[in-house]
């Protein structure tokens, strides 16, 4: 079983910056796929941002030049640095872990609060 726990969440004003951290239990983390997903009210989740074992990463259009993910496999840690944050950021952020080929395991951590003012 797979633990993630979520923190650096909060209020920020227009143009500032935060950084999210991620911690999960087990013994798979550096050998998993780490992504940061967000959820606004009344919209869908999204991926914001992947990162894959060997540190390839992806964006979702919006964030590209603002955020970036990281993860430190010696801490089973993934990070979200946020700069430049907008109002229209604001939302849950969610981390999650997948591994696995011919079945695929997801698991989600509680979500962190990201509210930026305008």
């Known amino acids: 079983q797979v633990q993630l726990v979520e923190s650096g969440g909060g209020l920020v004003q227009a143009g500032g910056s935060l950084r999210l951290s991620c911690a999960a239990s087990?013994?798979?983390?550096?050998?998993?796929?780490m992504g940061w997903y967000r959820q606004a009210p009344g919209k869908q989740r999204e991926l914001v941002a992947g990162?894959?074992?060997?540190?390839?990463?992806n964006y979702v259009d919006a964030v590209k030049g603002r955020f970036t993910v990281s993860r430190d496999n010696a801490k089973n840690t993934v990070y979200l640095q946020m700069n430049n944050l907008k109002a229209e950021d604001t939302a849950v952020y969610y981390c999650?872990?997948?591994?696995?080929?011919?079945?695929?395991?997801?698991?989600w951590g509680q979500g962190t609060q990201v509210t930026v003012s305008s």
């Open positions: 999650n872990l997948a591994y696995g080929r011919s079945t695929r395991y997801r698991y």
């Open positions: 087990g013994s798979i983390f550096s050998i998993a796929d």
């Open positions: 990162i894959t074992p060997g540190g390839s990463t």
